[in-house]
């Protein structure tokens, strides 16, 4: 990935070059210090401070992290599904509409400014056993008591936490399709139409096609994001299996010292496959744009 950045700066030209490496500087730096630290101390003895790997080991042998690694993987693919099917979805309606439109966007881009901690604690007030939804439920005869919701906060599955990814990310994802479809334009449907073309057949083989390179990107960001994320699995998951950043997090704030090169070991294991997903994601937008450069919008 950092030769293929180096490329792109050496195809920019000296002056696009010269002009961002400050701003590279401060980011290589900073990201990169704290990378190099964290790795040296995943492999130190916190007594002797003695070189070793039984850490990283320790992760490929330990149960809980393929626990976690599984629950991680779901609860980001299955976010990043839903928020991406139902962001491209919005979208595409919205584009249909002639009216309103403009109150419609500006109601997509007010849960952008939302913090993730606050979604969950909505989510949490919403759909929790003792929540709004499980009281209303009771109160009109549908369950019993609000202690029969169906746990969907605290569970094994990580639903709530889900939900509340699919919820903030849905807008997002329907803001980003909306760009597209405007920079693309209707020309090429229109001209699809006059072939005779479905408005079936327009949708999949002209404006989901041009749609992808862009989708491909904003998905895989809404990934990458989920995947290493730690509020909201904190606020709505379970102790055990949790999601790999709260493992990392609660390993590491063990008063045993001993744990904590482990915790970073788990820690640095996410910035890897964090890397695979990125190094994913350029590989797809390339497989999927036709050409050489990652998506950019």
Not at 92 to 103: C, D, E, F, Y
Not at 266 to 274: E, F, K, Q, S
């Amino acid at each position: 990935m950092f030769a293929q950045v180096m490329r792109w700066l050496g195809s920019q030209g000296a002056g696009t070059a010269f002009r961002l490496a400050p701003v590279l500087l401060i980011v290589v730096g900073l990201f990169g210090t704290g990378l190099v630290a964290a790795f040296v101390e995943s492999i130190s003895t916190p007594d002797a401070g003695a070189l070793t790997g039984r850490y990283y080991l320790g992760v490929a042998r330990d149960g809980e992290f393929w626990v976690s690694l599984t629950l991680t993987l779901w609860v980001a693919m299955a976010s990043t599904a839903i928020a991406t099917a139902a962001g491209v979805a919005l979208a595409l309606l919205l584009s249909q509409l002639a009216t309103r439109q403009g109150l419609a966007y500006a109601l997509m881009q007010f849960p952008l400014a939302v913090p993730h901690l606050a979604m969950a604690f909505v989510v949490l007030l919403l759909i929790a056993p003792s929540g709004w939804i499980a009281r209303f439920g009771a109160a009109v005869g549908w369950i019993s008591q609000p202690a029969d919701f169906p746990a969907l906060v605290y569970d094994r599955y990580g639903i709530g936490i889900i939900l509340a990814y699919a919820a903030k990310e849905i807008p997002f994802l329907a803001i980003v399709t909306t760009a597209l479809l405007v920079r693309i334009g209707p020309e090429y449907a229109r001209v699809a139409a006059t072939l005779g073309a479905s408005r079936w057949q327009r949708l999949r083989y002209v404006t989901l096609p041009m749609l992808a390179p862009g989708i491909v990107s904003a998905s895989l960001m809404v990934f990458a994001f989920v995947f290493a994320a730690f509020e909201t699995p904190f606020l709505l998951g379970r102790p055990y299996p949790a999601m790999l950043s709260v493992v990392a997090e609660r390993r590491y704030l063990s008063l045993d010292l001993n744990d904590r090169p482990d915790a970073i070991a788990w820690a640095l294991v996410m910035t890897g496959l964090a890397a695979v997903t990125v190094q994913a994601y350029l590989a797809l937008s390339r497989r999927v744009e036709g050409r050489g450069r990652p998506v950019v919008f």
